[in-house]
């Protein structure tokens, strides 16, 4: 496809001697935000890591059209216990481009004040990240990505364990991203709010199972062979 | 004997000065490093690479090689032996450490009992000799502190971004196992600065105790890296003055005092002690009619 931001083209991925990802083929371009969908154990987390380069491919590439990729990852991967600002947490996401034995500088400074007011936590900006509901986390999680200006978001479950109202907040902040030009992938379980969110879901199942916008995903067939099972609940 | 006789009279003395400068600085370098190893939850491993030490030093005083060297080596060795065995599926680090350690610690203690008259350097491995320094030592002291300062400066940042969250570290490039070493490198020579001042054992308490007290008294990174070798540096030296004046133990007495600022802190500490939860947990009747 041309003028996409990531191509992954006959992906395979092996974890331990087990077949995760097979002939995996997808393209996403900037201003689509493409919903991962399927169940646990599908690969959904896998394919954002072997997009990342965190995991070797075993057949097929992975190309990422320039720039860096902002990478969101499930909540419990950071140490909210940790004594940083929420300042401090956003700044940690610009660490390689620290000089040695030099303080933050004048565009790191900036780039974490622009990813703090995209996200609305600027007011927060000086609060102990451990003192934070789960929402405020999130988008503190999503401005340490922004803070590279990077093309391609990458959010892994994003959604999971946020109340409606935060859900809806947060579903927003990527709508708003989209625009800007983002290319925005993020994993789900929750088909309702990516039903609504996405311009295109990726139903996945070890593979690819289907393609497209939501609204031309609607033949159970698909959903059946993605989950394996017979009713799909907040999906009509 | 006066207070002030307690307070300057031991600077008549050489080995007093030397102690107090070696205390202060094994205080500040532990304090510092410490605080990594506590934030991480990697206070096992410091015990590890304390054990481990102990048969780097024993093979260098037999053989008649620099101590510092020789557990430094050891401690290292153990080190990248935990990081690689830990990368097994089927075992998880604690195991892995519990292993090493308590076989480092065994290998000192036959090589030792291998050398004539060792049990009196053991005794001083083991529960440190803070009066007895050279003037050699401490130069060799200064110097790995300054070394290990410079270098634990130097990669702040890219440690904290490995503690904050590891596996966006890997994202952005990081290379988070050899950060993980190089913070094994850091607290192993940390260790070994130390042994001098309260011994193998004993060297634990510098290096978790001053930086647990420090994680009580604040939410912010920079006054903990503050707070921690003040702490162990503070404590440092009221040890040595309390061993002065009552003729008992340095190493001892520098670990008790630590361990009473630590206390203290528990129940003290302006917004996490005890006493302050105790009374954020209960409401005032104005804050339960606003919720």
Known sequence: MTGAVVTVAGLAVDLGGREVLHDVDLAVRAGETVGLIGPNGAGKTTLLRAVLGLVPAAHGTVTVAGGEIGYVPQRHEFAWDFPTSVRGAVLSGRVHHRRWLRGASTEDRAAVAAALERVDMTALADRPVGELSGGQRQRVLVARALVVAPRLLLLDEPFTGLDVPTQDLLGELLTRLRAEGHAVVVTTHDLAAAAELCTRLCLLNRTVIADGPPADLEDPEIWLRAFGVTRVRGLR | ?291
């Not at chain 2, 307690?6 to 304090?31: H, K, M, N, Q, T």
């Not at chain 2, 702040?156 to 196992?177: C, K, M, N, S």
Request: aromatic share 8%.
């Open chain 2, 1 to 291: 004997m006066t207070v002030l006789d307690v307070l300057l009279g031991p600077w008549e003395f050489d080995f007093w000065r030397r102690a107090l400068l070696v205390g202060l600085l094994s205080g500040v370098i532990c304090g510092l490093v410490g605080c990594h190893v506590v934030l991480r939850g990697m206070a096992f491993i410091g015990d590890a690479v304390a054990h481990s030490v102990f048969p780097g030093v024993a093979v260098a005083f037999v053989l008649g090689f620099d101590l510092v060297v020789g557990g430094a080596v050891a401690g290292l060795a153990t080190a990248v032996l935990v990081a690689v065995f830990a990368q097994h599926r089927r075992l998880r680090e604690d195991a892995v450490i519990g292993v090493f350690f308590a076989a480092a610690f065994g290998l000192g203690i036959v090589v030792l009992s291998a050398a004539p008259g060792y049990s009196g350097s053991l005794e001083s491995f083991l529960f440190g000799s803070i009066l007895g320094i050279s003037d050699a030592d401490v130069l060799g002291v200064a110097g790995l502190g300054a070394l290990i300062l410079l270098v634990a400066l130097a990669l702040h940042p890219r440690l904290v971004a490995v503690g904050l969250d590891r596996e966006t570290a890997r994202a952005i490039g990081l290379p988070v196992f050899g950060l993980d070493i190089a913070l094994y490198v850091l607290v192993t020579l940390a260790i070994v600065m130390s042994l001098q001042a309260v011994g193998n054992v004993l060297v634990l308490a510098l290096l978790i105790t001053p930086a647990a007290a420090a994680r009580l008294l604040t939410d912010r990174l920079e006054s903990m890296m503050l707070l921690a070798p003040a702490i162990g540096a503070g404590s440092a030296v009221v040890g040595l003055y309390l061993s002065y004046a009552f003729d008992l133990a340095a190493g001892g007495l520098i670990v008790l005092v630590v361990t009473a600022v630590f206390l203290t802190c528990w129940v003290a500490a302006p917004r996490h002690g005890l006493v302050a939860r105790r009374r954020t947990s209960r409401p005032s009747p104005k804050e339960g009619l606003h919720p």
